[in-house]
C-alpha cells in the first residue's frame, strides 16, 4: 500500500492525476470507477443460515441420537422415535439460534459507510453517494462531516476528526497537511490523513481520496475479520470428544448386548431394539440440554451483573480464561479526562478521588491531597487564578447529566477536564463571564498548540474571589483589560518572560525555565497531559496577544482508573489470570495507569512499531514478558491474541473500536463494550459489558468457572449412572438368569435418562460458587473432562450403582414367579432412587451435602422431590404402569428399593470425608 502521508500535497495530486481546484471530470470518474470499483466494502464465505442448521446436526452425539431414532422407527416403534426425535430437534434450535446472532459483523462493517458526501467535480460542488467516490476525488469536510474514505488531507482549517474507531485514541486528533518523514508510523501518527469509518469533530478542510472499499484501512479491518476462523471453545471440544467416546462404548456394548441375547436366544427384533436402547442408554441424552439451559441461566446471572452474553458457550469459556487483553480507555479507566494535579510556585494541589500516588511535581513547594469542594481563599492566589485562568479561557459547556450525577461535557474533553476542576472550587466559567466578558480570541491551533481568550475586568471590589489575586499583583485601575492563554508548557515558555511566586510576578529565569520543563517532563512520564496557564496585561487595544505572558500554573490531567478496576486486577491475578493492557494510546500513559492498577511491576512498554519489528518465534518469547502494548494496529491486535493462544492460553480480548474487530473474533473470548462500542466489536464478540467495566468481565469469569464446574459435576453425574445402567444390561443375564435378558425396558431407559439424569441435572446446573472459586488457577485448557480423578469416579460409583440396582433386582427375583416383572421394577425403582442420591452427593467435590445444607440449592432439593413423585406416579398409576412396563411394588419392596438407593449418597459422602482427610 501507498504510503500517502510521506508524500507531499502537490506529489499526491499528481499522482493521481487530479486538479485539486476543479477535481475529476464525469468521464474521468467513471473510467475509475471501471477500474477500482464501487466504494464499499464486500463480503465473502460467510455461512448460509442453512449451512448454520446443518452444523447443529454433526456434532457426534445429535447423529448417535438420530440414529437411534431411525432404527426405533424402522422396527416400528413410534414412541422411542418421537421421543429422540423431539431431543434432537430442541438442541438443533437453540445452536442454530446462537450461531445465526453471530453471523452478523460484516453487516454492521458496512454500515460505517456513508451515504451522502460532498466533493468537488468538473469545478463544481456536489452531493454524491458515498459508493459512487473513486480514487482521486476532492472530498469537502467539515465538523459533523463522516469520513467515506482513506483521504490524504489538502487542506485544513482547524480540523479535527475523531478516530477512538479506528486507533483507540479518545481524544479527537488534531489534523495538518504537511508531508510526514517516517514510513512507519502508526495509524494514530498520520495526522495528514483521515481514513473511512472516522470522524470529523471540529474546524473543517479538504482532501484527496486514495483508497476506497476494501483498500481503505476499514477494509483491511474486514478482511482480517472474514480470514479468522471461529474456533471451537473448550468446552464445545471436551464435549465432542466425551461424545465420540460414548459412541464408540455405546456401539461396542450394543453389539455385546445383542449378542448375549441371541445366545440366549431371545428374539432378534426384540434384541435389536434392546441394543439400540442400551447406546442411547451409554449417551447423556440430557446432556444438551442441561448444558444449554445451565449456561442461559448463567447467562442471565452475569446480565444481572452487566455482562451481556451473546453466544451461550462463551458463558463457559470466560471459566478457562487465562490472560485479559483489555483496552485502557472507559474499561480500565473512567473515560473522563480528569484533573489531577495543580501545581504552581511554592504550592501543589493534588485532588483526591482523581489523583492515585503521582509523586510531588518539581515545581516545589507545600502541598497535600485536596477533598473536593476546593475552598479557593484556603489556598494561594495563584491556584484560583490558575483555575479562573482554564475556565476563562475555554469553549466547552457542562451538562448535568441526572441519571450519573455527573457533568457530561459539551466540547473538547481537556477544556471539559478544567471547567470541571474548576466547579470544583465554586468556580463557574458563567459567573466568571458575566463579570469578565470575553472581547476576543486567538483560537487553538495545530501550529501554535495555544489558545488565548481576552477579557474585561469589573473595578477590583467586583472582582470574583478566584481573580483577585490579580490585585494583590499590582493591578492598576486603568488595566482593566487581560489576556488568558492556556496551552502545551514548552510552546508557552516561548512567550513568557515572568512566573508568579508568592501573589505577584517575578522574572522568568533559568532557574524558573529548568523547573518548568522539569515538572512538565514528570507529569507527563506519569500519563498525564500537562497545560500552562498564563496572563498578559493588555495595555491598549493595539498591544499584540501572546507576548510577555505570566506564567501562573501548570495543571496535569489523565483519563483516571476506574477505583474498582484495582481490586479486580488483584483479584485476576490471584485467581491465576493475567491481566494485559493493549492500547491505541501514548506509551507513558498505558505504562503508568498498568503500572498503578498492578497490571504491570516493570517499565517495559512495546509499541506497535517494536511488534512489526519481531519474528514469530520472538514475539513468543516476548509475549510472557511484556503485559504493556501501546500505539498498536488492528493487525498487532490479532497477532498478539494469535501468539498467547499458540502458547496454549485461553484468550479474552475487549474493545470498542473497529479496530478492535478481528481480535475479539479471533480470541476465545470477545468482549464489547456495551456504552462506547460500536455495532462491528459487538457483533463480532461473544459477550457485551453494559457498563464497560473491567471489573465486570472479572465477575463474568467467576460465574464462568461456576458454571463450568456445574456442567462437569452433571457430566460426572449422569455418565456414572449411565455406566450403572449398562452394567445392569449386561450383568443381569448372567447373574439373574435367561429370564433377565432384558433388564430394562427401552422406555425404562429413555425414561431414567431423560428424566432422572435431566431434572436433576438441572438442579447441578443451578448450584452455587464454591468457597475457593477465585482463589485457584485456571483449569488447564488441554485437559480432558474426566481429568482430576472424574474418570475413576465415574466408573466405581456406576459399578456401585449397577451392583445395587442388580441386588434389588436379585432379591425381588427370588421371591417371585420368573415371568412376573417386579424384578424389573425392582431394577428400575431402585435406580431412580439411586440417581436422587447420588446427585444429592455430588453438589460438591469436597464440601459434605450437611455442610452446604439444604437452603443453598433449593431448586435441586425441589426437583429431587419432583423425581421421586414422578417415579411413584409411573409405579401407580394404571395408565402409565402399562406404558413403562411395570407392575406396582408393595410397600415393603418400595421401602427395600429406597433403603438400596441411599447406598450411593452414603458411598460418595464417605469418599468426600477421605479427601478431606487427606487435604
Known amino acids: 500500500m501507498t504510503m500517502w502521508y510521506t508524500r507531499a500535497v502537490d506529489d499526491v495530486l499528481h499522482e493521481l492525476a487530479v486538479d485539486g481546484a476543479r477535481g475529476l471530470d464525469d468521464a474521468e470518474v467513471a473510467r475509475r470507477r471501471e477500474q477500482y470499483g464501487p466504494n464499499e466494502l464486500t463480503e465473502r464465505g460467510g455461512k448460509s443460515p442453512w449451512k448454520i442448521l446443518w452444523q447443529q446436526f454433526s456434532s457426534t452425539m445429535v447423529l448417535i441420537l438420530i440414529a437411534a431414532a431411525v432404527v426405533s422407527g424402522l422396527l416400528g416403534k413410534a414412541t422411542e422415535t418421537i421421543a429422540i426425535a423431539a431431543i434432537v430437534v430442541l438442541f438443533a434450535l437453540l445452536g442454530f439460534v446462537q450461531e445465526y446472532r453471530a453471523e452478523k459483523a460484516m453487516a454492521a462493517l458496512k454500515k460505517l459507510a456513508v451515504p451522502i458526501v460532498r466533493v468537488i467535480r468538473g469545478g463544481e460542488r456536489r452531493e454524491v453517494s458515498a459508493h459512487e467516490l473513486v480514487p482521486g476525488d476532492i472530498v469537502l469536510l467539515e465538523a459533523g462531516s463522516a469520513v467515506p474514505a482513506d483521504l490524504r488531507l489538502v487542506e485544513v482549517a482547524n480540523l479535527r476528526i475523531q478516530e477512538a474507531v479506528l486507533t483507540g485514541e479518545s481524544e479527537p486528533v488534531e489534523k495538518a497537511t504537511a508531508a510526514l518523514a517516517s514510513a512507519s508510523l502508526p495509524l494514530g501518527d498520520r495526522i495528514n490523513m483521515a481514513y473511512m469509518g472516522t470522524a470529523a469533530t471540529y474546524g473543517r478542510g479538504s482532501a484527496v481520496v486514495v483508497g476506497t472499499g476494501m483498500d481503505t484501512e476499514l477494509g483491511q479491518i474486514a478482511a482480517l475479520i472474514q480470514d479468522v476462523d471461529d474456533s471451537a471453545t473448550p468446552l464445545q471440544r471436551r464435549l465432542d470428544s466425551v461424545g465420540k467416546l460414548l459412541a464408540l462404548a455405546g456401539v461396542a456394548v450394543a453389539a455385546l448386548v445383542l449378542v448375549i441375547g441371541l445366545l440366549l436366544r431371545e428374539d432378534l427384533r426384540d434384541m435389536f431394539l434392546t441394543a439400540v436402547s442400551v447406546a442411547v442408554a451409554v449417551v447423556p441424552e440430557g446432556l444438551p440440554a442441561v448444558v444449554t439451559v445451565t449456561l442461559a441461566l448463567g447467562a442471565q446471572r452475569m446480565l444481572r451483573r452487566n455482562a451481556l452474553i451473546r453466544k451461550l458457550p462463551a458463558v463457559e469459556t470466560l471459566g478457562a480464561v487465562t490472560v485479559i487483553c483489555s483496552d485502557k480507555t472507559g474499561t480500565l479507566t473512567e473515560n473522563r479526562m480528569t484533573v489531577t494535579i495543580i501545581d504552581v510556585a511554592g504550592h501543589y494541589l493534588e485532588l483526591t478521588g482523581t489523583a492515585h500516588h503521582h509523586p510531588a511535581p518539581a515545581l516545589g513547594g507545600n502541598g497535600a491531597p485536596a477533598k473536593t469542594p476546593i475552598r479557593v481563599e484556603e489556598q494561594p492566589p495563584a491556584i484560583g487564578l490558575t483555575l479562573a485562568g482554564g475556565a476563562l479561557c475555554n469553549d466547552a459547556a457542562l451538562q448535568p447529566d441526572e441519571e450519573t450525577k455527573r457533568y457530561a461535557v459539551l466540547g473538547d474533553p481537556t477544556e471539559g477536564a478544567l471547567l470541571v476542576a474548576a466547579l470544583q472550587a465554586g468556580i463557574r466559567r458563567e459567573d466568571l463571564l458575566a463579570v469578565a466578558p470575553r472581547l476576543s480570541e486567538l483560537p487553538f491551533d495545530s501550529e501554535r498548540k495555544r489558545m488565548t481568550t481576552v477579557h474585561r475586568l469589573p473595578d477590583a471590589d467586583q472582582l470574583p474571589p478566584a481573580l483577585r489575586g490579580l490585585v494583590g499583583a499590582g493591578l492598576r485601575p486603568d488595566e482593566r483589560v487581560v489576556a488568558f492563554t492556556k496551552g502545551a508548557v514548552d510552546g508557552l515558555l516561548d512567550i513568557s518572560t515572568a512566573i508568579w511566586v508568592g501573589g505577584e510576578p517575578r522574572p522568568l529565569d533559568d532557574h524558573w525555565r529548568e523547573r518548568l520543563l522539569r515538572a512538565n517532563e514528570q507529569m507527563a512520564n506519569n500519563g498525564m497531559r500537562v497545560l500552562g496557564v498564563g496572563v498578559q ?24 482508573p476506574r477505583p474498582e478496576v484495582k481490586a479486580a486486577v488483584a483479584t485476576a491475578r490471584a485467581a491465576g489470570i493475567r491481566p494485559i493492557m493493549i492500547t491505541g494510546d501514548h506509551p507513558l500513559t498505558a505504562r503508568f495507569i498498568a503500572y498503578d492498577l498492578g497490571i504491570t511491576d516493570n517499565a517495559r512498554v512495546m509499541t506497535g512499531l517494536m511488534l512489526d519489528g519481531l519474528s514469530d518465534a520472538e514475539l513468543a518469547r516476548v509475549v510472557d514478558e511484556v503485559s504493556v502494548y501501546a500505539r498498536v494496529t488492528p493487525a498487532n491486535k490479532l497477532k498478539i491474541v494469535e501468539t498467547l493462544q499458540g502458547k496454549g492460553h485461553v484468550v479474552a480480548m475487549t474493545g470498542d473500536g473497529v479496530n478492535d474487530s478481528p481480535a475479539l473474533k479471533r480470541a476465545d473470548i470477545g468482549v464489547a463494550m456495551g456504552i462506547t462500542g460500536t455495532d ?93 472459586t477465585m482463589r485457584r488457577p485456571p483449569r488447564d485448557p488441554q485437559a480432558g473432562i474426566f481429568s482430576e480423578g472424574l474418570g475413576g469416579h465415574v466408573l466405581w460409583v456406576g459399578a456401585l450403582l449397577g451392583a445395587v440396582a442388580l441386588l434389588a433386582g436379585r432379591l425381588a427375583f427370588d421371591n417371585a414367579h420368573p415371568e412376573d416383572r417386579t424384578w424389573q421394577t425392582m431394577i428400575f425403582t431402585a435406580l431412580a432412587f439411586l440417581q436422587v442420591g447420588q446427585a444429592l452427593a455430588s453438589r460438591s467435590s469436597r464440601e459434605s451435602f450437611f455442610t452446604l445444607g439444604l437452603r443453598s440449592n433449593p431448586t435441586l432439593l425441589a426437583l429431587a422431590v419432583g423425581v421421586l413423585a414422578l417415579q411413584l406416579v409411573v409405579l401407580y398409576a394404571p395408565p402409565l404402569e402399562q406404558f413403562f412396563g411395570v407392575v406396582p411394588l408393595s410397600g415393603r419392596q418400595l421401602l427395600t428399593a429406597a433403603a438400596l438407593g441411599s447406598a450411593g449418597f452414603v458411598a460418595i459422602e464417605a469418599e468426600k470425608a477421605l479427601l478431606r482427610r487427606r487435604a
Open 537 to 560: 496585561w493588555i495595555d491598549g487595544p493595539d498591544e499584540p496577544l501572546e507576548r510577555d505572558l505570566t506564567i501562573i500554573g501548570l495543571v496535569g490531567m489523565i483519563d483516571p
Open 680 to 772: 462491528v466489536t459487538k457483533e463480532a464478540s461473544e459477550m457485551v459489558l453494559l457498563d464497560d467495566n473491567f471489573a465486570t468481565i472479572v465477575a463474568a469469569v467467576e460465574e464462568g468457572r461456576v458454571i463450568y464446574d456445574n456442567i462437569r459435576r452433571f457430566v460426572k453425574f449422569s455418565i456414572a449412572g449411565n455406566v450403572g445402567k449398562v452394567a445392569v444390561m449386561l450383568l443381569a443375564p448372567l447373574l439373574l438368569g435367561s429370564e433377565a435378558a432384558v433388564a430394562l425396558l427401552p422406555l425404562q431407559l429413555l425414561w431414567l435418562n431423560l428424566l432422572t439424569d435431566g431434572l436433576l441435572g438441572l438442579g447441578l446446573g443451578v448450584e452455587p460458587a464454591e468457597r475457593n
